[in-house]
């Protein structure tokens, strides 16, 4: 039963197409997250969802969307997308961060060719 | 602002050999501070946590660290490298327990 998911764990795509990538939780926690990771591995956070209200919107295009129908689901999707948009994006959630940290998806990989 | 830096992109050490992995964090308040592990094509699992009980933490897979204010660091530890140790490693802070905010992270490669 994973705990964390994310679908899909592929995703190649043409410049210009717009895509969405979900996440979904039962963990029963309160907090989501988006983050990026490139190709030197570094760790941006994007967004951050708190029972549905976004609390943390990082400087981030705004061809990037995201949504939160429930606290147990954060979508994000990405408008006309761009050869720089080629990433890893994890999603990830939390209860108490300063307690537990996050529980992390295993990650969609994006290629945009 | 509260930040890490993680010295060492990449460390090889001979399996049974010790593992050091260094983090040093940036904080204008008590931190709180953690480590992830990353397997090839996988996500961040943790690792283990400081949250201010006990400086010297111990972790899964046979990994601590310890938390020291005076040279403001958290270092991972394990006595003895296994193989399946080899994986990239992430040092995190918490910034006002709203967000993490991670290390650049460290490659760390197992040799036989």
């Known amino acids: 039963d994973t705990a964390v998911s994310q679908t899909p764990k592929y995703l190649v795509t043409q410049m210009g197409n717009d895509k969405s990538i979900k996440c979904e939780q039962n963990?029963?926690?309160?907090?989501m997250y988006w983050y990026k990771q490139d190709s030197k591995k570094f760790l941006k956070i994007m967004f951050s969802?708190?029972?549905?209200?976004?609390?943390i919107n990082e400087t981030v295009p705004n061809r990037f969307s995201p949504k939160s129908p429930d606290k147990a689901h954060l979508n994000l999707h990405i408008n006309s997308l761009e050869l720089g948009d080629s990433a890893v994006y994890f999603c990830?959630?939390?209860?108490?961060?300063?307690?537990?940290?996050?529980?992390f998806g295993s990650g969609t990989r994006l290629t945009v060719v | 602002a509260q930040s890490v830096t993680q010295l060492g992109s990449h460390v090889s050490v001979s399996e049974g050999a010790l593992v050091l992995l260094r983090c040093n964090y940036s904080?204008?308040?008590?931190?709180?501070l953690f480590w992830y592990v990353q397997y090839p094509n996988q996500g961040l699992q943790l690792l283990l946590k400081?949250?201010?009980?006990?400086?010297l933490v111990k972790g899964i897979n046979g990994f601590e660290a310890e938390f020291k204010k005076s040279e403001t660091s958290f270092h991972l530890t394990k006595p003895s490298a296994h193989m399946s140790d080899a994986a990239e490693y992430f040092c995190a802070v918490s910034v006002f327990a709203n967000k993490l905010i991670f290390g650049t992270g460290t490659l760390l490669a197992v040799q036989p």
């Open positions: 400081y949250t201010s009980a006990a400086t």
């Open positions: 904080s204008s308040v008590p931190p709180y």
């Open positions: 963990l029963g926690h309160d907090t």
């Open positions: 969802y708190n029972n549905k209200e976004l609390i």
């Open positions: 990830a959630s939390s209860q108490d961060l300063t307690v537990y940290g996050y529980t």
